[in-house]
């Protein structure tokens, strides 16, 4: 690990501000994905702001009937959390389909939203990587690719984006918040906040440098039966091949969000209303244009037949 400085920042605007002061600086929070690439000498940030201090670790109810997550809330304490299991059940799902017991209780809402591909070519510094050192090539392109992107890629990148909870957040509609250097304020929508790769798949997300997320708010629960259904190599403990959120009301309508198949998590909102038509008719719709590889083709039927298990359930519920 390469040497670096540290401070902890004792207001968000002060961190936001330090981080943008600094070439090279990065915020420490959890930890749970950030060390394990400054280990690797992935990312090798020059200096580090700890923002673990500033009490962003409370939720609390919104005046429009939603709710507001600190940043800095443990993924333990949002999956226990009594609101979120009764009105946003995805999300419990979904964060308790992920990781392990010791790593839902350090990591962080924030830190869940910015973690970064597992693709085996980014982790590996012996091959080429556009997201690792951009325009150094994408070994994933005629490589191993069974885990990788089927849909939303580019020539330069077919990394996945690997959490689950951004995909019960994406089903939901959450809203990013986040201060600036500046001290300004904005509002990102979920559905905005990831990016694809095009030319630059170096660039995960829409922030700003220094840019800090302080909270992710969920406008009022949706109703409906919400489902969290992942697909893996094995039983705990690894990132989805295809999982798929979802939230079914009872006259077959709904909503889906598809995890494990692109550079973010996938939702195509128009296709959901061929949910009464079943899965088939909706993932015809989410998956037009796909480019799948011959390794990760299988993808395709799979999330069919996973969304088509989260309504039998839904229809069972």
């Known amino acids: 690990m390469k040497s670096f400085t540290y401070e902890r920042a004792h207001s968000p605007a002060e961190a936001a501000k330090a981080v ?44 429009d009937g939603g709710l507001r997550i600190g940043a800095f809330v443990s993924n333990t304490a949002l999956s226990a959390d009594p609101h979120v299991r009764r009105d946003y059940g995805v999300l419990t799902r979904a964060i308790q389909a992920g990781a392990s017991g010791q790593l839902r209780n350090k990591a962080t809402t924030a830190g869940n939203l910015l973690q970064r591909t597992r693709c085996p070519y980014f982790y590996d510094t012996n091959q080429p990587c556009n997201k690792r050192r951009p325009g150094s090539g994408c070994a994933a392109i005629g490589g191993y690719s069974r885990q990788l992107a089927v849909i939303g890629s580019s020539d330069a990148c077919i990394a996945t984006y690997p959490g689950d909870m951004a995909v019960a957040m994406r089903v939901l509609d959450a809203t990013v918040e986040t201060v600036t250097p500046d001290g300004t304020t904005r509002a990102i929508p979920i559905a905005d906040f990831h990016r694809l790769p095009g030319d630059t798949p170096q660039i995960d997300n829409v922030l700003g440098t220094g840019e800090l997320i302080t909270a992710v708010t969920l406008p009022r629960p949706l109703g409906g039966t919400h489902l969290y259904q992942k697909v893996r190599d094995r039983a705990s403990y690894a990132f989805a091949l295809v999982s798929v959120a979802a939230v079914i009301q009872k006259d077959g309508t709904g909503r889906a969000a598809f995890g494990g198949v692109a550079h973010k998590p996938w939702r195509v909102e128009a296709a959901e209303a061929a949910m009464p038509q079943g899965a088939a008719a909706v993932t015809a719709k989410a998956f037009a244009g796909a480019k799948p590889t011959h390794d990760n083709a299988f993808k395709l039927p799979l999330a069919t037949r996973t969304l088509a298990a989260a309504l039998a359930e839904a229809r069972s519920a």
Do not use: S, W
């Open 20 to 63: 943008a002061a600094r070439p090279g600086a990065k915020f420490l929070a959890g930890g749970t994905n950030l060390l394990d690439l400054m280990k690797l000498e992935i990312e090798t940030p020059t200096h580090l702001v700890d923002v673990q201090d500033l009490k962003l670790d409370r939720i609390e109810k919104t005046g």
